[in-house]
């Protein structure tokens, strides 16, 4: 199956370069022109990864709690480590940095864990609300089933987790049942509010990126897209989830009347964004882990 990802990876990677190769006249022009947008989409983007660094350490033991300057790089180096491999190989990296600063890796392991399930969780409700705000019957039964879904894990969590924990004590493994047990939990209130203004964030990006290309996109489309793109990163089969974050962008780019040479030079401009706001929290030295 590696192997098979890895011809997957290869031909994306080739695919993106023709596109670019293809099209390099229109989008280099498109580009020069949204120099201010891209720089705007950066500084967001930059926000985001703060928000989502401070998300994730609400979510460890208080003792063992680095500082939000310090578990910020570190979101950000375990996310181009996500750029080697697939399935998001930066959230070993992650474990084995706050191994060094004195967070054992069950402690990251079952904070990692709450992170997505509460994202996961909220992205159900952000997604049911944006397609309900959409107003259309189309809308309405998948809008429903999202509400619905969202409502039954929110009540039903007590009874999955115990179902959950007799599975994997049924098969001789109690204690990793405990740490599943541990980790499927809802979040308090501040920390959902906290999770919430990822999609926050991320919609001000999309909602900035296709206004500025001239898309005439609502406040709830750009909610229920970013709400979308989070559930494929956590699934990535990619390294960095590339090629399916492009398709969807340009996709939604499509479907929002832009022109073909537009919406993918969008797509693209979200991916340099990113890895420009990434690469410079990276850079930024921060010493040692301290708690605050």
């Known amino acids: 199956m590696s192997r098979w990802r890895s011809v997957a990876y290869a031909a994306l990677l080739a695919v993106a370069a023709l596109l670019i190769a293809w099209r390099w006249t229109e989008l280099s022009d498109i580009w020069r022109n949204h120099g201010l947008t891209f720089v705007v989409i950066t500084i967001l983007m930059f926000v985001g990864t703060v928000v989502q660094a401070r998300n994730f350490r609400s979510f460890l033991p208080l003792p063992n709690r680095p500082s939000l300057a310090f578990m910020t790089r570190i979101w950000a180096l375990a996310t181009l480590a996500n750029y080697l491999g697939p399935f998001q190989p930066g959230l070993a990296v992650r474990v084995a940095m706050l191994a ?50 969202f409502v039954s894990v929110s009540l039903g969590l007590p009874t999955l987790r115990r179902l959950v924990g007799r599975v994997f004590a049924g098969r001789g493994a109690a204690g990793i049942g405990a740490h599943v047990e541990k980790a499927m939990t809802l979040p308090t209130l501040p920390v959902a509010l906290g999770v919430m203004s990822q999609f926050v964030v991320s919609a001000a990006v999309f ?50 009347d832009l022109p073909v040479d537009q919406a993918l030079a969008l797509a693209f401009l979200f991916r340099g964004a990113n890895l420009t706001s990434t690469m410079l929290l990276a850079a930024i030295p921060i010493s040692g882990g301290a708690r605050t």
Do not use: D, K
């Open 100 to 149: 060094r600063a004195g967070v054992s890796a069950v402690e990251s392991s079952i904070a990692t864990a709450r992170h997505v399930f509460a994202s996961l969780w909220l992205s159900l409700f952000v997604a049911g609300v944006s397609l309900l705000a959409l107003s259309t019957v189309t809308a309405m039964l998948p809008a429903c089933g999202l509400l619905l879904l």
């Open 207 to 256: 909602y900035v990126g296709y206004r500025q290309f001239g898309a005439e996109i609502t406040v709830a489309s750009a909610f229920g897209l970013a709400s979308v793109l989070y559930a494929t990163s956590v699934v990535a089969v990619v390294p960095g989830n590339f090629g399916m974050l492009e398709a969807l962008l340009t996709l939604f780019g499509r479907a929002n």
